[in-house]
Structure formats: C-alpha cells, structure tokens
C-alpha cells in the first residue's frame, strides 16, 4: 500500500528537463523524514538514485537532483537521455502506518 | 564490489511455505541492516521486513506479520526470509536490499515468487 502519490508518468525529448513529484503527508515527508529516490530500468532490480533528499551516490549523473519542501519532494532530469527511461520511485520513512519504510506509487519515464 | 544473490522462489501453493535467501558479499554484513522489499508483477514496490545487524530487532509490514519471520546468519553473510501461509496477493518478486541511514542503497536482482493453485 503506498502512501506517497507520485504521477503515474512524464515525458519528455531529449534534452528536456522533466519533473516528477512525491507527495506524503504530516507522518513521512511532512513529519521531516528524508526523501530518497530509485531508478528501475526494465527487468532489472531498483537502483539508488537520490538519498537524504537530494545527495547522489558516487556514479550518477549530476542530471539527476533532488529537493524536498513541506510534505512533497520532487526529482528532476534535466538533459533527458534515452537510457532514462525507466520507473523512478521515491521512499520515505513513515512513523504511522503498518510498515516503516514506505515507497512512492513509481513513476515511468517516457523519452519521446 | 557490493552482491547480494537472492534464491529460493519458486512456485507454491496457496497456504504453503518458502524460505528465500540472500547470499551477501564485498562489504561487511555485520554491519548493516538488511531488510526485502518485494514487487508485484506490474506493481510498485513494498518494503517488507527488516532486521538489524545483530538479528536483536526485526520489524514487519502489517499484511505479513505471523506469517513471514526474516532471520540472518551473520557467520554465512546470509539473509533469510521464512514465509508461511502463503496467499495468492504474495506473489511478488521479491529483493534483498541493505540498509543504510533509512534508505537501501544496494539491491540484489530479485527472485520470483508465485502462489497459486
């Protein structure tokens, strides 16, 4: 069950610049939990994108940031390549519900 | 170099049991935390279980408590997950991630799991 909305997609050409938000509530983001961020390509496992809100790990691409404010986050992509087109999904921590971590409702992106 | 290697899916049977387990290596297993999260066929993704680097504190998502126990071998480098009563809704693949400071930054590639009859 997820508890962080996210658009179910977004496109864009290449060398766009594409948002994706992550919307939670006053016990995950709100609540001043961090926000992190995956990347899954087809058929592969989830990959670490974005953590503590907006930090890349050693290898991604500087295209990708993150930001958060009040109960939302949001991802950005500028420079929008081919290989980005995958499902992004965020994750949070969430201090109600019947589990501790919780995931966003993933987002596909579409390079047109 | 960070592994982790799922095994152990496999076709079950309404109310039947499985035990997945992950291989880990390339770090120090004893000093993380370890949880899976698993993904419906076409779904998102759920975190499932986690457990800390000692085995002293497990927690559950709420749709399997008593009926998966997530364990770990620290001599092995091992992950475990027990699940019982399996239900057709558990079909999932399901991943090995570590832990670290509330997200997972490392995943394995996942093993399928199917209940049906």
């Known amino acids: 069950q997820s508890v962080l909305t996210q658009p179910p997609s977004v496109s864009g050409a290449p060398g766009q610049r594409v948002t994706i938000s992550c919307t939670g509530s006053?016990?995950?983001?709100?609540?001043?939990?961090?926000v992190h961020w995956y990347q899954q390509l087809p058929g592969t496992a989830p990959k670490l994108l974005i953590y503590g809100n907006s930090n890349r790990p050693s290898g991604v691409p500087d295209r990708f940031s993150g930001s958060k404010s009040g109960t939302s986050a949001s991802l950005a992509i500028t420079g929008l390549q081919a290989e980005d087109e995958a499902d992004y999904y965020c994750q949070s921590y969430d201090s109600s519900l019947s589990g501790l971590y919780v995931f966003g409702t993933g987002t596909k992106v579409t390079v047109l | 170099e960070v592994q982790l290697v799922e095994s152990g899916g496999g076709l079950v049977q309404p109310g039947g049991s499985l035990r997945l387990s992950c291989a880990a290596s390339?770090?120090?297993?004893?000093?993380?935390?370890m949880s899976w999260v698993r993904q419906a066929p076409g779904k998102g993704l759920e975190w499932v279980a986690n457990?800390?680097?000692?085995?002293?504190?497990?927690y559950y998502v709420d749709s399997v408590k008593g009926r998966f126990t997530i364990s770990r071998d620290n001599a092995k480098s091992s992950l475990y997950l027990q699940m019982n009563s399996l239900r057709a809704e558990d079909t999932a693949v399901y991943y090995c991630?570590?832990?670290?400071?509330?997200?997972?930054?490392?995943w394995g590639q996942g093993t399928l799991v199917t209940v049906s009859s």
């Open positions: 457990i800390k680097q000692d085995g002293s504190e497990k």
């Open positions: 006053s016990s995950n983001i709100g609540a001043g939990y961090d």
């Open positions: 390339g770090f120090t297993f004893t000093t993380y935390w």
């Open positions: 991630a570590r832990g670290v400071g509330g997200w997972f930054d490392y």
